[in-house]
């Protein structure tokens, strides 16, 4: 679900700077070869995930939940001579696909792929964390932000994505619709949580930024 109009999502593409070329290979094939293509960044978002990173300048970037690797390697654009960036998918079936781009970027050797649970993977990377994406599996999200929020120095940033989860964090969630109720608990811990300040952009189906204080 997009809170904007096709005709204004698609104006707003076309006054952003372009999509690199292998982005946009990596987003037609996508939605060519892999299920739930809707999953991916896109463009727009992509831009302003490159964006966003590019002006971190992070040495270490963690990314929760790789899918096809296009925020991946958005991400990584912004990443220090020296940065590394960490990303975490449990999806086997999608690890040749993800590394054959991968391969291909200016980033391959800064990426450092990572396979199975991620609560159990983050505690096993060393270091601290300047921008961190959280996308991944939903009813983990309070997890994974507690997970991080300790690792990250001040003035990191967080990234959360699909925080209006189509529009159902406006509704009173059904008993068995987990993963709504955690969304709306994740949503008012991020605007209330002391050790930070965020907000709540209505970009595709929602992505929060968050600043460690």
């Known amino acids: 679900m997009h809170f904007i109009s096709d005709f204004l999502l698609e104006y707003s593409e076309q006054n952003s700077s372009p999509e ?3 982005l946009r290979e990596l987003y037609r094939e996508t939605h060519q070869k892999i299920l739930q293509p809707r999953m991916a960044s896109g463009p727009l978002q992509g831009r302003f995930l490159s964006l966003l990173s590019k002006l971190i300048r992070p040495k ?5 939940g790789t899918f096809t690797g296009y925020a991946t390697l958005c991400l990584a654009e912004g990443l220090a001579p020296e940065g590394v ?5 449990h999806n086997e079936e999608l690890v040749d696909f993800q590394q054959r781009f991968f391969d291909r970027s200016p980033y391959a050797s800064q990426i450092h792929t990572h396979l199975g649970n991620a609560l159990d993977i983050i505690p096993q990377i060393e270091g601290t964390f300047d ?3 959280i996308d991944a599996d939903k009813k983990n999200y309070l997890n994974y932000y507690e997970s991080i929020v300790p690792r ?5 940033v967080i990234l959360s994505d699909n925080v209006l989860w189509n529009g159902k964090v406006l509704e009173n969630a059904q008993e068995d619709d987990v993963d709504t109720q955690i969304l709306q608990e994740f949503n008012r811990k991020l605007a209330s949580d002391p050790r930070v300040e965020s907000v ?12 460690v204080l």
């Open 20 to 22: 690199p070329p292998l």
């Open 85 to 89: 960036l960490h990303t975490i998918d």
């Open 200 to 211: 709540l952009v209505p970009l595709r189906d929602g992505i929060t930024l968050t600043r």
């Open 152 to 156: 990250m120095p001040a003035g990191g």
């Open 60 to 64: 270490s970037i963690l990314e929760i």
């Open 131 to 133: 921008l961190v994406f």
